[in-house]
């Protein structure tokens, strides 16, 4: 039943922000990004906050799960919020205990970068939230196509990553095999010290790496038999087609762009 | 003319210290929308030709030339792969996409076919194979049968001429061999050239020719009633025919005139009816289990899978039985049953949701109870255990267990000798030799042995024969047998009904979650239908018996052991012809 471990964090769904094209997705992400940077005033940062919200909202993924974003990022949101608050020097102090001093600037410098920090991870999860790895693979491969042209091997990495992706299942199933009967002689995963917990991958290890080369060695006869010959000539079933949906997501982002840049 | 036209074809592999000859001079002609068949023993050059018909491998000597295309010729490589399409054994290992029709979409995707014929041909081919309601489905959540449906229709959309089937059933359930055969079947009807590799005889059967390899050579090829015809040939190959032929052969040997060879067991019944008649039944003497203290017992065991998600599955359902030391209990069930959830709690690997597991008596899941005595106690070999070796030398890994244990030096030595003595393996011979330089019959062996060496009473085997060769089935459960002679309860999850029919005390039979019969095998396997509607099959001997019986010959209807049958059909044949019984043998069980 290991098996029916989802990879990444992709919450499947057919809203509009699902629908988008992988690229445009891709290059939005980043828009994104830039805006966030740009904004410098208050009202820029509730811009940006209406306009996640808004996606989260059109994409009808469950506040929960994008929360579960933040979750492991919480510590160094903190973190950062601290350090910026206790040591930035400058400015009108407002609070002061032995060697910390809080200024007002301070104060506001760390709320923004927190904010910030916020809104950045907010935006790269809505993306692989609504995005399948298969579709964000395939968006990277064809964004790096003009790669190609300094030699990067782009549609390697691309089916790599695809190959990956087919097999974590499989050899998650079959770690938790080789789990059982190792257990069933007598191995033990889970007690000893450090150095005693690293022996006792042993018997784990070496047949899973054995049977992830013959498995290696197998899929290889297989994509031969099936004409694999590289990414040279090679056409896709699935051609990526910019929608009408598209530019206006486009649109949006450019108007939070330019809202952002006239000095908010 | 000959779409495939291999002569004289040698080939061999070069290790480190040695050099295989894999192929001696293979010569084999097929002709267009011909269905053939190979077969023969592991390491007899099966696969290592198949290879050979698309050009994977390219001959040392000798030709194959493929649609008119030699495969030496660098130029015609990719043509020949497109016309002459694989299909492998392993379903897992064939798959590059992570959603099914992506996958069928590779081969085209590789040979440059637009995008939009790519559309039609990929919905074409998994109509073909009825998978497009999966189309849009992980490969990591089908079947087996299923997943090689897919690889077929990956094969299929690049509109290939011949496509080479690798013993695509060796590493299935019935249900899903009955898939791949049906879909084989199908595609040669429409036109399509066939090569089937196979350890399943039965397969064979289907094909309009069989050639038998051995030792890197075509031994022979002819027509499979030929071909099983003919006993020198199948002992040289070393083959065992499907159960209706060899009692054909016996019958024979014996000289009773049961006509030409059958290939269906209905050719056989037919065959017998030349000399039938009888009046009296011999009661068939029933296995009586052993009786020793080891037991085991479950009583209202649950089990939920991923309990409050998405992927909650229920495994089993309010699961009550008793086994008691010594005996052979086999376990059947479709795919997804629940059996190897149920001995993954006996074995202690599994917490129950609730209810409870007692092995000696014991409860396991109490928490002062000792692990390590229930690692004495009971050893289980999962699906292919060779999969679990590790160490360097097959002493060491053997040797795994008992140490974990904290057996002493001396006794170690001792068990791992006389675990590998059980599984007929050579101690002096093979115990410095690195495990993974071992055949894959010999791998598992060792495996079992590995278990074995921790001298459990109670034996736990889930598929021990599954991917093995015909000989090398034979061989591990006649292995299996002695142990259970020797007086270890044997539990065991198959497929092969007739091995559980030949050898089991007692037969469970699981379905959705539940055992739906726990009877003696004879009872068990009397109840055909009812196994049928549960995607289950029956032993070969039963479907003949059945078939005797109405064919108006007065056998027992219980029947599922060859000898059994063997030993009543003579008798009333013998009595057909001088008018009364004559030497009525027993069964000697």
Same mark, same amino acid.
């Given at each position: 039943m290991i098996k029916n471990v989802t990879i990444g964090q992709y919450f499947p769904g057919?809203?509009?922000?699902?629908?988008?094209?992988?690229?445009?997705?891709?290059?939005?992400?980043?828009?994104?990004?830039?805006?966030?940077?740009? *904004?410098?005033?208050?009202?820029?940062?509730?811009?940006?906050?209406?306009?996640?919200?808004?996606?989260?909202?059109?994409?009808?993924?469950?506040?929960?799960?994008?929360?579960r974003g933040l979750k492991p990022l919480w510590f160094i949101i903190i973190l950062t919020f601290v350090l910026n608050t206790f040591f930035y020097a400058e400015g009108t102090i407002i609070a002061s205990w032995w060697i910390f001093k809080i200024s007002q600037e301070g104060l506001y410098n760390a709320i923004r970068l927190a904010v910030r920090l916020v809104y950045l991870i907010t935006a790269t999860t809505l993306l692989t939230l609504t995005t399948s790895p298969i579709a964000l693979t395939d968006g990277m491969e064809r964004l790096m196509k003009p790669l190609k042209l300094v030699r990067f091997p782009v549609h390697e990495l691309a089916m790599m990553m695809t190959i990956a992706m087919r097999f974590i299942p499989t050899l998650l199933e079959e770690t938790d095999k080789i789990m059982k009967a190792q257990t069933a002689r007598g191995a033990e995963f889970d007690s000893g010290n450090v150095l005693k917990r690293a022996k006792g991958m042993v018997p784990l290890l070496v047949p899973l790496f054995v049977s992830a080369f013959r498995r290696a060695d197998e899929l290889a006869f297989a994509m031969e038999s099936r004409c694999y010959n590289g990414g040279e000539g090679r056409t896709r079933m699935k051609v990526l087609k910019f929608h009408y949906r598209d530019f206006v997501s486009a649109a949006v982002v450019a108007g939070l762009i330019v809202f952002l840049a006239f000095g908010f | 003319? !000959?779409?495939?036209?291999?002569?004289?074809?040698?080939?061999? &592999?070069?290790?480190?210290? =040695?050099?295989?000859?894999?192929?001696?001079?293979?010569?084999?002609?097929?002709?267009?929308?011909?269905?053939?068949?190979?077969?023969?023993?592991?390491?007899?050059?099966?696969?290592?030709?198949?290879?050979?018909?698309?050009?994977? &491998?390219?001959?040392? +000597?000798?030709?194959?030339?493929?649609?008119?295309?030699?495969? *030496?010729?660098?130029?015609?490589?990719?043509?020949?792969?497109?016309?002459?399409?694989? @299909?492998?054994?392993?379903?897992?290992?064939?798959m590059v996409a992570t959603i099914v029709e992506e996958d069928v979409a590779?081969?085209?995707?590789? #040979?440059?076919?637009?995008?939009?014929?790519?559309?039609?041909?990929?919905?074409?081919?998994?109509?073909?194979?009825?998978?497009?309601?999966? =189309?849009?489905?992980?490969?990591?959540?089908?079947?087996?049968?299923?997943?090689?449906?897919?690889?077929?229709?990956?094969?299929?959309?690049?509109?290939?001429?011949?496509?080479?089937f690798d013993?695509?059933?060796?590493?299935?359930?019935?249900?899903?061999?009955?898939?791949?055969?049906?879909?084989?079947?199908?595609?040669? %009807?429409?036109?399509?050239?066939?090569?089937?590799?196979?350890? &399943?005889?039965?397969?064979?059967?289907?094909?309009?020719?069989?050639?038998?390899?051995?030792?890197?050579?075509?031994?022979?090829?002819?027509?499979?009633?030929?071909?099983? *015809? !003919?006993?020198d040939v199948l002992k040289e190959a070393g083959l065992m025919p499907p159960p209706h032929i060899e009692l054909y052969h016996r019958l024979k040997n014996e000289g009773y005139d049961v006509g030409k060879c059958p290939l269906t067991i209905d050719e056989l019944v037919r065959n017998l009816k030349i000399?039938? +008649?009888?009046? %009296?039944? %011999?009661?068939?003497?029933?296995?009586?289990?052993?009786?020793?203290?080891?037991? #085991?017992?479950?009583?209202?065991?649950? &089990?939920?899978?991923?309990?409050?998600?998405?992927?909650e599955a229920v495994a089993l359902d309010d699961v009550g039985v008793k086994i008691d030391g010594g005996e052979f209990v086999g376990i059947i069930g479709h795919t997804g049953s629940g059996k190897t959830t149920l001995i993954g709690l006996i074995a202690g690997l599994l917490k129950p949701t609730s209810g409870k597991v007692l092995v000696d008596g014991k409860d396991i899941n109490e928490k002062k109870y000792d692990r390590k005595e229930l690692r004495r106690h009971v050893g289980v070999v999962f699906q292919y255990p060779e999969h679990q070796l590790f160490e360097e030398t097959v002493y060491k890994d053997i040797a795994f267990g008992p140490k974990k244990a904290g057996i002493s030096e001396e006794e170690t030595q001792r068990r791992v000798r006389h675990s590998m003595e059980l599984m007929e393996i050579d101690y002096e011979e093979i115990k410095d030799l690195s495990p993974f330089e071992l055949s894959g019959g010999q791998k598992r062996r060792v495996a079992i042995a590995g278990v074995l060496a921790l001298e459990p009473e109670v034996l736990i085997l889930d598929e021990p024969v599954a991917g093995l060769d015909p000989q090398g089935r034979a061989h591990l459960m006649k292995l299996i047998n002695h142990l259970s002679s020797e007086g270890k309860t044997i539990i065991m999850i198959t497929h092969s009904m007739d091995d559980l029919a030949e050898n089991a005390h007692r037969v469970l039979v699981m379905k959705q979650a539940?055992?739906?019969? +726990?009877?003696?095998?004879?009872?068990?396997?009397?109840?055909?239908?009812?196994?049928?509607?549960?995607?289950?099959? @029956?032993?070969? @001997?039963?479907?003949? *018996?059945? =078939?005797?019986?109405?064919?108006?010959?007065?056998?027992?209807?219980?029947?599922?052991?060859?000898?059994?049958?063997?030993?009543q059909l003579k008798y009333m044949m013998d009595k057909a012809k001088s008018g009364k019984p004559a030497k009525a043998g027993g069964s000697d069980d």
């Open positions: 057919n809203s509009v922000v699902h629908r988008i094209d992988p690229r445009m997705k891709l290059i939005l992400v980043v828009a994104v990004i830039v805006a966030i940077f740009l *904004a410098t005033s208050w009202i820029g940062y509730v811009a940006i906050l209406g306009f996640l919200l808004f996606t989260i909202l059109m994409s009808r993924v469950n506040l929960k799960f994008v929360a | 003319m !000959n779409i495939i036209n291999a002569s004289d074809v040698k080939y061999s &592999y070069v290790g480190e210290e =040695k050099i295989t000859f894999a192929l001696t001079g293979v010569t084999m002609r097929v002709g267009k929308g011909e269905f053939v068949a190979i077969i023969g023993h592991n390491g007899s050059g099966k696969s290592t030709f198949a290879k050979h018909i698309n050009a994977l &491998y390219l001959p040392e +000597d000798g030709s194959v030339v493929v649609d008119g295309m030699d495969t *030496a010729d660098e130029k015609n490589v990719w043509e020949i792969r497109r016309r002459a399409g694989m @299909v492998f054994q392993n379903p897992d290992n064939q590779f081969g085209p995707e590789n #040979i440059g076919v637009p995008p939009k014929e790519i559309r039609q041909r990929v919905d074409e081919a998994l109509e073909i194979v009825d998978m497009t309601e999966y =189309k849009e489905r992980a490969p990591h959540m089908l079947s087996g049968g299923q997943k090689q449906r897919v690889a077929i229709a990956g094969v299929l959309a690049m509109h290939p001429e011949i496509i080479v013993e695509p059933t060796a590493m299935l359930d019935p249900e899903g061999r009955g898939e791949v055969m049906e879909t084989a079947k199908m595609l040669n %009807k429409q036109g399509k050239t066939i090569v089937f590799i196979t350890h &399943y005889m039965v397969e064979a059967l289907e094909a309009d020719r069989v050639f038998v390899m051995m030792g890197g050579a075509m031994i022979a090829n002819a027509s499979p009633r030929e071909i099983f *015809a !003919n006993q000399c039938r +008649d009888s009046k %009296k039944q %011999k009661p068939l003497p029933q296995a009586k289990p052993k009786i020793s203290d080891m037991s #085991i017992e479950v009583k209202g065991l649950n &089990y939920t899978y991923m309990p409050n998600s998405p992927f539940k055992i739906i019969m +726990d009877d003696v095998p004879s009872k068990v396997f009397g109840r055909a239908d009812e196994l049928t509607s549960s995607g289950l099959d @029956v032993p070969c @001997v039963a479907k003949i *018996a059945a =078939k005797v019986r109405e064919a108006g010959f007065e056998v027992e209807g219980s029947m599922i052991k060859l000898r059994d049958i063997e030993t």
